[in-house]
């Protein structure tokens, strides 16, 4: 850009060349804006041009290139990707997140990065040098978490039990009934409402169960933990309604904008359930209507959220605020 006034503008392009133009046949144009993939989530706009850089993986590669309602195009440079399959194969990737060392020097190089001088000290004598440490005696569990451990492999067993009868297509016994509720009890005693936060977890993950079942409660008791603070902390409630729902309106705008209207119909009827669970938690449901922008909905709304969100469910992050 060179300069810019309410009626004329010029810009100078890449290969050198300087234009000018009236603004009056270009009325249209506005302040394009970048960021990053991190900060564009959860943002809808008509069009997105998308930078393609080798720290990118599967799940990066999604959200940019759903961010669009009408267009979006990827761009990248030869000195990152070599070819195209290069470049598929880099956006195709699930990996963890990155390190340092997933950089190489002649990363640097390509990109003229200058990295500091790195000395290695000469090897300084260790006294303790061929010791061999006592090894550190583990830690033995206490009573009440083996008591909490066996009560929850219990539960565990106990739903296992029901969850293959009712798959092979019959039904529980009464003696596998009768059994599911002696272990919820005992549970209980363990912990306060240890039997609800333990079926919510299993219900989250079903790698859960089958752990649990054989002996391996650690993580079924990290997320029991979970549901315990997401009971008594209204805060977190909203924190994690919010995420669900934005992350649901992903699912339904990408299978939206594919035309699979089936898949759509599945995650609108996940976010409708949703949405009905403020029935029963008011408390929820008044923190999250100064929220509303978070959620897709309009300044002002008059209906309790449960029924207003369905409605809205397609429509928010500022396509279609004027409905």
Same mark, same amino acid.
């Given at each position: ?63 940019? /290139? !759903? &961010?669009? =309602? ?9 000195? *990152? @990707? +070599?070819? $195209? ?5 880099? /956006? !195709? &990737?699930? =990996? ?9 020097? *002649? @990363? +640097?190089? $390509? ?22 440490? +006592?090894? $550190? ?187």
């Amino acid at each position: 850009m060179e300069s810019v006034g309410s009626a004329h503008m010029a810009v100078l392009l890449d290969d050198g060349r300087a234009i000018a133009f009236d603004l009056k046949n270009y009325a249209q144009v506005d302040h394009g804006y970048a960021a990053t993939i991190h900060k564009a989530q959860g943002v809808t706009v008509d069009r997105t041009y998308v930078l393609a850089t080798q720290g990118l993986d599967r799940h990066a590669a999604y959200v940019a /290139l !759903s &961010r669009h =309602r009408e267009a979006v195009q990827l761009h990248y440079g030869e000195d *990152d @990707f +070599a070819s $195209r399959d290069k470049l598929v194969s880099t /956006l !195709s &990737r699930d =990996r963890a997140k990155d390190m340092a060392s997933d950089y190489t020097r *002649d @990363f +640097a190089d $390509r990109r003229s990065i200058i990295l500091p001088a790195v000395s290695v000290p000469a090897k300084q004598l260790d006294m303790f040098e061929g010791l061999t440490p +006592a090894r $550190r005696p583990e830690r033995q569990p206490t009573d009440c978490q083996r008591r909490l451990h066996d009560s929850v492999v219990r539960v565990a067993k106990a739903v296992d039990g029901i969850v293959r009868a009712r798959k092979s297509g019959g039904l529980e016994t009464p003696k596998q009934a009768a059994e599911l509720r002696a272990a919820a009890a005992e549970l209980n005693q363990q912990r306060p409402n240890g039997a609800r936060d333990l079926r919510a977890a299993f219900v989250r993950d079903m790698g859960m169960l089958a752990d649990a079942t054989e002996g391996r409660t650690a993580g079924a008791i990290r997320s029991m933990d979970f549901e315990r603070r997401y009971w008594t902390d209204p805060q977190l409630r909203a924190d994690h309604f919010v995420r669900s729902w934005r992350q649901l309106g992903d699912r339904h705008e990408w299978f939206e904008r594919r035309g699979d209207e089936s898949a759509a119909g599945r995650v609108r009827a996940q976010m409708t359930a949703l949405a009905k669970t403020l029935e029963r938690d008011p408390q929820l449901e008044s923190l999250l209507r100064t929220r509303g922008k978070e959620l897709g909905l309009p300044a002002h709304i008059d209906r309790p959220l449960s029924q207003t969100l369905p409605d809205w469910i397609g429509w928010g992050r500022g396509r279609g605020m004027e409905r």
